[in-house]
């Protein structure tokens, strides 16, 4: 059973989700459900990322079919990386849901979305094909919509709408992207395409496949300038769809872009690589200027998504081994600390009644453990040493320098300024200041509080510790640049031609 | 409704229902399956909710169909277990000869799938026929 350790965390959220559904009429049951897949889906995950510690890539083709013909799952460092972290946070979101969760909310099919939503995120990280990977988004897509109209507000169906209209179109793009690379190619195996690929005479239909991929993935990853659905839909949903959807959504996305940017093309040559790096000065700035305005926690969280997906794509626009290294370390710290945030202001809602920051406050006095909570992950994300943050920003900042490129670090600690301004701005308002309206701060319940203070300590366990994890990132990066490594695992180290048209 | 509307869909009701289960099963080795079937039983009942009303259809489809759906997907998970103890790969089907005819845990999927699409769509026309009837 050993070689199945990568199929576990995609099908107990699959039996998870089903089991849910058909416990519709008891709401009791479903909860337990839900926390004892997503229980066991961690530990799954914990045990991948075991497996292939040492360097191992695990593979396997679903109904015995030999790749390239088969459908085939794969993992390496960074994706059970991913798969863990993502389990994780799911895992704290469901617990954070006992005590937020309405009646309501779970007769609308909060838990069965939920565990589809990680079927998809998880089947997104784990799948080694092309159009599979296309399958997981759509998958996510649907679940995702199913979890922003959970009220069925008026605003929330007008943010579903906004964010199914660009992630269809993004979607659409990918499909004629993958069909694209299928004409010019022969094969959909993402390690077969590494070694056809090159082997490729260089085309217009390739390059067009490359761009088209860029934009699809970067819409999934809210880049500047197609990230104006992100902070138009996020805010809508309840605090715990947004905490998942800020946490993984995004990453997704990013994901698939560092997947397809390092084994499929190469990010160095031609003209891939400024127009990346404008990109991610781009995402970076925008992100920030536009949390500057805003006085909706969730706005300005969501503002801040942005801007912290413009580091992680600095990575890629380096794309030396450390910078990748440093995406890597980014992406950890970003999504533990983001949903994180998110949690917190899900409880500061619960405690004044508010998102909006103007409403609220006298939370320093009310609840100084909640205060303290805070503190955590916004100085974190704002790159205060000794904090995960500040060596995410450290290494990619670091790598942008060593790569000659200076102006994307000089960007980038310029917004790391700004992000304080905005951290601060909620600080003072929701913490600092008396309650405008002098109304005593309600009682946040523990359930709350926990996976809150679960995520702080592993963000204070990376600041004080950042050692393992930076190690375990740069062989992460390693094994994500060199595509021997994965073809290798396919082949059984000889490099068999692919299917060539 | 008129009664002679009403009065004919209850035949066609039973009539797509077994044409349903034809194609369903049909699809082992020739166009159909869950997909189809599970279309055409859902247009069933969406016939019933349309002549008689949308109360009388859930009556007849007993479950909710949410609770279709993840029977449906739970049957289709459990069909892909078998194949983790052969080879080690999730979906890879049994089969077994049982005189001329050949039988595998792929039909236990498929059901499974027929079993998603009534419920998908039925609980989509339902709601939609539901908000019309008001």
Not at chain 1, 271 to 294: D, H, N, R, S
Not at chain 1, 349 to 375: E, I, N, Q, Y
Not at chain 2, 95 to 104: D, I, K, M, N, P
Request: with cysteine; net charge neutral; charged share 10%.
């Amino acid at each position: 059973m050993f070689d199945t350790l990568l199929l576990w965390p995609v099908i107990l959220p699959l039996a998870g989700a089903a089991l849910a559904a058909a416990l519709h009429a008891f709401p009791a049951v479903q909860r337990q459900v839900a926390l004892t897949t997503m229980v066991l889906t961690f530990g799954a995950s914990l045990f991948l990322v075991d497996a292939v510690m040492e360097g191992a890539i695990l593979t396997k083709a679903f109904g015995g079919w030999m790749p390239p013909f088969g459908i085939v799952f794969v993992a390496d460092r960074f994706s059970a990386a991913m798969v863990v972290i993502s389990s994780l946070l799911a895992l704290c979101a469901l617990v954070f849901a006992m005590g937020d969760l309405r009646q309501r909310q779970v007769r609308s099919g909060f838990y069965p979305l939920f565990l589809g939503l990680m079927i998809g995120v998880n089947g997104a990280f784990l799948t080694g094909d092309i159009f599979n990977l296309y399958v997981w988004f759509e998958v996510m897509l649907i679940a995702t919509l199913g979890l922003i109209t959970l009220d069925r507000t008026r605003a929330q169906i007008d943010g579903a709408i906004k964010y199914a209209v660009l992630n269809l179109f993004s979607t659409i793009l990918f499909l004629m992207a993958v069909g694209l690379l299928y004409g010019a190619t022969g094969t959909l195996n993402m390690a077969d395409l590494a070694v056809v690929l090159p082997q490729t005479e260089p085309s217009a239909a390739l390059t067009l496949t490359a761009m088209m991929f860029l934009l699809a993935f970067g819409i999934k990853a809210g880049f500047f300038p197609m990230f104006f659905w992100l902070p138009a839909s996020y805010h809508t949903a309840s605090i715990i769809v947004s905490a998942v959807f800020a946490g993984l959504l995004t990453k997704v996305g990013v994901y698939a872009l560092f997947r397809v940017f390092t084994l499929l093309f190469e990010v160095d040559n031609g003209t891939l690589k400024p127009l990346i790096a404008v990109i991610a000065a781009g995402t970076m700035l925008f992100g920030v200027f536009g949390a500057a305005i805003q006085w909706d926690v969730r706005r300005i969280l969501s503002f801040h998504i942005i801007s912290q997906i413009g580091y992680i794509m600095l990575g890629l626009a380096v794309a030396t081994p450390l910078a990748l290294a440093g995406a890597v370390f980014y992406i950890i710290h970003h999504i533990v600390v983001k949903a994180n945030l998110f949690f917190v202001a899900g409880a500061i809602h619960r405690a004044t009644g508010s998102f909006d920051l103007r409403k609220s406050g006298g939370l320093m006095k009310a609840s100084p453990l909640l205060a303290v909570l805070f503190a955590i992950p916004a100085l974190s994300l704002a790159g205060i040493p000794p904090l995960s943050g500040f060596w995410a920003k450290f290494m990619v900042v670091d790598a942008s320098f060593q790569g000659e490129a200076a102006w994307l670090a000089a960007v980038a600690l310029f917004v790391g300024l700004l992000t304080i301004f905005s951290m601060s701005k909620i600080w003072i308002e929701a913490f600092w200041k008396e309650h405008p309206r002098a109304v005593r701060a309600r009682p946040v319940p523990a359930v709350m509080l926990v996976p809150i203070a679960a995520l702080g300590i592993i963000t204070l366990a990376i600041g004080f510790n950042p050692e393992p994890l930076v190690a375990f990132s740069n062989l992460a990066a390693e094994s994500m640049g060199d595509r021997t490594q994965l073809i290798g695992a396919f082949y059984g180290g000889e490099h068999t031609a692919g299917v060539t048209p | 409704m008129s009664v002679i509307f009403s009065t004919m869909s209850r035949l066609f009701f039973v009539l797509m229902l077994v044409a349903s289960i034809y194609m369903l099963f049909r699809g082992h080795n020739e166009p159909g399956g869950g997909f189809i079937g599970g279309l055409f039983a859902a247009l069933a009942f969406a016939l019933l909710a349309l002549a008689d009303s949308v109360a009388a259809a859930r009556k007849a489809l007993i479950v909710h169909p949410v609770v279709l759906i993840g029977c449906g997907l739970f049957l289709a998970f459990l069909s892909g277990l078998p194949g983790l103890f052969s080879d080690g790969s999730f979906l890879t089907h049994w089969w077994a000869e049982l005189g001329s005819t050949h039988l595998g845990t792929a039909t236990i999927f498929d059901i499974g799938v027929f079993m998603v699409v009534i419920g998908g769509v039925l609980a989509l026309v339902f709601r939609f026929y539901e908000g019309v009837e008001q």
